[in-house]
């Protein structure tokens, strides 16, 4: 195998944060390499400092052999690397096509010959099958498709080696196929692609290679066919850990259900002007987990939205124990004893350019013992803080960090931490785990089985039918803004839930 | 929210660490200072005699040092104004023409009223600052609820600002029997309590005023509910209303405040200083506010000294034009390269920590 690109002893600190500790890595032509590990291991910096965002405090960088210096994004693109972010890098107020015309290399002249332009990227979106409306604006697209959108303009500079970032965080399983299929595409012509995720099953079914990525090192380097999962997890994490077994129901009695939440005929816009959620009603019950599937973009977003008190609904009503919520605003909500765990988390969930302290702060500074008589209780919020971050085992060094400077696994957490504390009668979770690694992840799990039990309502939406499953008492399906299909989660199987998610009708589905 | 861009760009200035928004303001004038001493050997005069004039003139005696906080004063006021704002995400173009409104309402009750006690002077302060912060307060309101663009509707406020001031004093507010464009003098007892004298030269209370509210400000800003509302609101809208903050309701508040501080600016001039309002009586000074607010660091204790800085070298200009010709407006030069070397050093900055 001829090599593309070869890691040497690169060290990266930051205050006394050891991010990346020596790594060495060697990246073959034609090849997808999977890199995996623990959030805070220190993936995303390595990659930083492939692609020119960082400049690694020691270690060589060889590109075909010859010693590179990758000072800026731009030399790395010369190279031909190009990396799709874990958050995205998108100017929101330009169109998708101005956004790859603006990125990297042939951004001189772009805007001379737009329609000439045009036509070039739409050729190459052709030929690897990516579509996009390229005259949409970057804010008006769900997650899904900014994603793509990175892809075009990673694959527009001609990269040879391909970063993704946990790609498949935000995609479905149908989505994530068809990014595989582009990726295969792309080894076969001989690029090479480093693909990030924390989906064990993934990793093996993608992977030419998988290195295992603990505490800034790489512990080891696999070929795919020489692992299996528990070899994986025992080397993340130094321990194995034991699948949740079985769905635990929930053990609040159903002969008496009490109605916690209820929606009828709910219609929301989404940012479009178009109406997103047409017509829904749900009910949730005390202790009951009602799981929502669906691909993303058939109105989950806009739903759980509506219910959050952040977007308005045109039509329809919402009761919150019998009492009407329906576009009430967030801080009602709150006080009501309702949390969500917000789908973008930079957008909604956390403020990047504040402290890791006063992010704990969000929704709950104005309530004792946060605050009394309008004074922040600064030493009680420390304690707080420090209190959450060891029983989310958040990694963070320093309390007064940024928040932007967690890893994105760790800004999960901050989040989750933050709102489960909370004491809440309805949890909206939208995509509580994206982002998590495996045990976090099962932390997750744990912890909302837990407040179920303990008679929290919670609406749980997923992308990925195995948690769904798993967590969940009942589980929705919306398509195209209604409701496809309403099942008991231990009587129905993927497949039933992947037909419905794409439309179809099912003869035999226990519709209500 | 058009004004995203332009915010993340001031976010060079932004300094929360009282120490360093103090020491920007010295680094930024210093390096001015060192870069006009070429303009001015140039101009055949040697910088160090020049300098020794400026800073002579600014601090040499008690009575300069007495003028230069005169200037200090509307400075500060401005300067916090501007700050606020910018903490809540909004600009706050618009200090001079709430300096203007608030300067005329404040003479009208000042003239008008006929009470014991310094009660005119603080009636006056306080119906000023109420119709400043309304003047401010427009510009707010149809920014959150119709969109407007504040940085738009802040300037043209100034020349209704402005040209109010300028119609009153030309007819209802005219002194009697008088010509010239000013109200008529502003009785004694209702003129802003003085703390200290020296040879004709009044400080008034209104320092006393400005370090209140700065530091006022100061804790707000990092220690109360309203100041995590503010700075949340100015970084983050969708996360703040997520946590449950109106920032509508924060905006417009924000406003009405800084508008009701840019008018102290004002009504402290007339009160304190001047004793009648005259057409143009302090001209520039509420654009002057936005540079002391980004030298200081958009903190407000930055903002003291910025503006202190500030003060002294316009007061230090006079005593060095007479003595060796320099004109006075080379000091604008000074103040646009003390801010374009801030932010040079911040990039700098910020390229270190990246590398290192
Ligand atoms: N710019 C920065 N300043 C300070 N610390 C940083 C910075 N970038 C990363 N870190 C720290 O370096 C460590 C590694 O972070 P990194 O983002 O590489 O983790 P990761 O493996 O990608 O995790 P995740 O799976 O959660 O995305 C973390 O502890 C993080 O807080
Ligand atoms: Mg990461």
New interface residues.
Partial sequence: METLLELKGITKVFGDNVANDGVNLKIFKGEIHVLLGENGAGKTTLMNCISGLYIPDQGKIFWEGKEIQVKTPQDAAKCGIGMVHQHFMLVDNLTVLENILLSGLRKRFAFLNKKQKKREVLELMRSYGLDVDLDTQIWQLPVGLRQRVEIIKVLYNDAKLIILDEPTAVLTPYETEELFKVLKFLTAQGRSVIFITHKLEEALRIGDRISVMRRGKIVHTFSSTNVDKNLLVRLMMGEEIEEIKGKKSSKVKKDKREIILEVRDLYVKNDQGTIAVKGISLEVGKGEILGIAGVAGNGQSELVEALAGLRLAIKGNVYFKNKDITNAPPRLLRDLGIVHIPEDRHKHGMIGEFSVKENFLIGSYYRYPFSKRMRLQHEYIEKYARMQIKKYNIKVSDIRMKAKYLSGGNQQKLILARELSKFPELIIAAYPTRGLDIFATKFVHEKLLEYRDKGASIIFVSSELDELMEVSDRIIVLFKGEIAGSLSAKETDKKTLGFLMAGETLLFSERK | MSNRNLISFL?VFEKDSVIESVITPIIGLVVGLLIVAIIILLEGVNPITAYQELIFGAIGTKINLFSTLLKFIPLSFTGLAVTLAYRAGVFNIGAEGQLYIGALVATWVAIKVNLPFYLPSLLALISGMIVGGFFAFIPAYLKVEKGINEVLTTILMNYVGINIVGFSVNSFLMEKGQTAPQSPLIERSAHLPIIAKLEGIHLHIGIVLVFVIAFLMYDIFW???????I??VS??I?????????AKKVIMIVMFVSGAIASLAGSTEVLGVQYRLMENFMTGYGYDGITVALLGGLNPLGVLAAAFFLGALRNGAYSMQIATGIPISIIYVVQALAILSIISASALYKKFL???
């Fill in positions: 976010r220690n109360t509910t309203w100041g995590f509302e700075r949340s970084i983050n969708e996360a703040s209303k997520y946590g449950g903050i109106n990246a590398e290192n």
